[in-house]
């Protein structure tokens, strides 16, 4: 199996690097290509970037960029990884292949805990304790997306450019298409959470980012085919328990 793992960074350099020294700790970074892409960075590059865009076109529009150049190999997986995360353990990508494998999963993303005393707002990404969960949709923090699905989205649209709202659309042509979506209990990873934000390394407030993000995603769609089935979506992660 053929992986492409990317990340993007934005003046954030060395928690990207440090998310390709822990990706390297595992046998399977070998046989895996790694995208790191500098999206509009004004501070000097992560040493392992691979490509770089000239300015912010934030997390939906740096996705498509990396969806788009994953279309045109012969990859059968994405792991597109926010590059504020830790891992516990050394083997933490081939037992997410593993575990994406055994599952049949189309989509796959461990469970997930930030470091902060905010949770993530979406219920189905904690830890449960229960093993590999079947769910609807997950949080966009660290999917791993297989071919199939990503060759029926082709591209996430361009109202979601600030990034909130791929994991719903994902998760809506995942219904659509009846494949699996998995999450992790036995793989769980920590969040340090917005740190782009937190260090004041964008050029945008955190409630003007998020209020863009949010009147975006809710605009498109409402006025999309999967009006109704996104705020089931909402709910579900709003509402789920086991």
């Known amino acids: 199996m053929s992986i492409l793992v990317a ?9 990207t690097d440090n998310l390709v020294t822990q990706l390297k700790r595992d046998h399977l970074f070998d046989f ?6 500098d999206n509009g960075s004004k501070e000097p590059l992560a040493q392992g970037t691979t490509h770089r865009l ?4 934030f997390f939906g529009g740096g996705f498509n960029v990396v969806l788009d150049y994953f279309l045109s190999t012969d990859h059968d997986y994405l792991y597109f990884l926010n590059n504020d995360l830790i891992f516990h353990g050394p083997s933490f990508l081939s037992t997410s292949l593993a575990e994406a494998k055994s599952s049949d999963a189309a989509v796959y993303s461990p469970s997930v805990i930030n470091a ?3 949770q993530c707002h ?6 449960w304790g229960k093993g590999l969960r079947e769910v609807r949709w997950v949080d966009f923090q660290c999917p791993l997306l297989r071919r199939d699905i990503l060759s029926e989205i082709k591209m996430f649209p361009q109202e979601l450019i600030y990034g909130w709202g791929l994991d719903f659309y994902a998760g809506c042509v995942g219904e659509r298409m009846n494949v ?8 769980t990873i920590c969040h340090l959470n917005s740190q782009t934000f937190k260090q004041n390394k964008i ?11 949010e ?3 809710n605009s498109y769609f409402l006025n999309s085919e999967f009006n109704s089935l996104y705020f089931d979506m909402r709910h579900y992660g709003e509402t789920y328990t086991l």
């Open 215 to 217: 009147t975006n995603m």
């Open 32 to 37: 895996c290509e790694l995208m790191v892409v």
């Open 116 to 118: 902060s005393v905010e």
């Open 54 to 57: 000239e300015k912010n076109i």
């Open 180 to 187: 699996k979506t998995v999450v992790s209990d036995t793989n």
């Open 7 to 15: 990340t993007l960074n934005h003046n954030l350099p060395d928690l």
């Open 203 to 213: 050029d945008i407030g955190i409630d003007e980012y998020c209020r863009n993000a």
């Open 122 to 127: 979406w219920k189905q990404m904690w830890n």
